[in-house]
């Protein structure tokens, strides 16, 4: 998983960082990044998209973490 974060954009990163990570509601996203709350959420549903595909392309898929 590691890998495949490293593999998004910085900027992919940041905002999956601040919602996942630091657990920060998207209001306060868009007050960090100077965003409006509807360009959050589609940053975050953009950037999870991009981060799923990195995963595909290393061969994880939901049955092998369902398996964990």
Do not use: M
């Amino acid at each position: 998983v590691q890998q495949a974060l490293w593999a998004l954009h910085h900027k992919d990163r940041e905002i999956l960082a601040l919602r996942f990570y630091d657990n920060l509601p998207y209001e306060r996203i868009g007050a960090v990044l100077g965003l409006s709350v509807p360009a959050v959420s589609g940053r975050i549903c953009r950037a999870k998209k991009r981060l799923k595909r990195h995963l595909k392309k290393q061969g994880f898929t939901r049955d092998n973490y369902e398996d964990a």
